[in-house]
């Protein structure tokens, strides 16, 4: 499965962005997905998942709780993450994700869970 990933871009700081992700084929009920960032020199670290199972569910990461939704679209395949008054330290390249399995709720934050990555897009937000 090869995943799309588009949307990013530069931003101000206090803006917003919509990152989109199409996956090459159908996802079956039974997927997960999920958006990771990561900046240089730090880790991947979990941005928001959601687990087709449990429709509607989604998952944050701390730093992001409040200001990002993650959202799909059953018709488009298409995976969103809505990013609200953004901060310089959301820089990073975000990747979408995506697992043919439903994960636990604690394996959400594991990268390694994850089989299929998208090429990354690169948000950047001004101070």
């Known amino acids: 499965v090869q995943l799309q990933a588009s949307g990013g871009g530069l931003v101000q700081t206090g803006g917003s962005l919509r990152l989109s992700c199409q996956p090459s084929?159908?996802?079956?009920?039974?997927?997960?997905m999920g958006w990771f960032r990561q900046a240089p020199g730090q880790e991947r670290e979990l941005v928001a998942a959601t687990r087709f199972m449990y429709s509607g569910s989604a998952y944050y990461g701390d730093s992001v709780k409040g200001r990002f939704s993650i959202s799909r679209d059953n018709a488009a395949n298409t995976l969103y993450l809505q990013m609200n008054s953004l901060k310089p330290e959301d820089t990073a390249v975000y990747y979408c994700?995506?697992?043919?399995?439903?994960?636990?709720?604690?394996?959400?934050?594991?990268?390694?869970?994850?089989?299929?990555w998208g090429q990354g897009t690169l948000v950047t937000v001004s101070s």
């Open positions: 994700a995506l697992t043919r399995a439903t994960l636990i709720v604690s394996n959400l934050y594991n990268a390694g869970a994850y089989e299929f």
């Open positions: 084929t159908r996802t079956s009920r039974s997927s997960t």
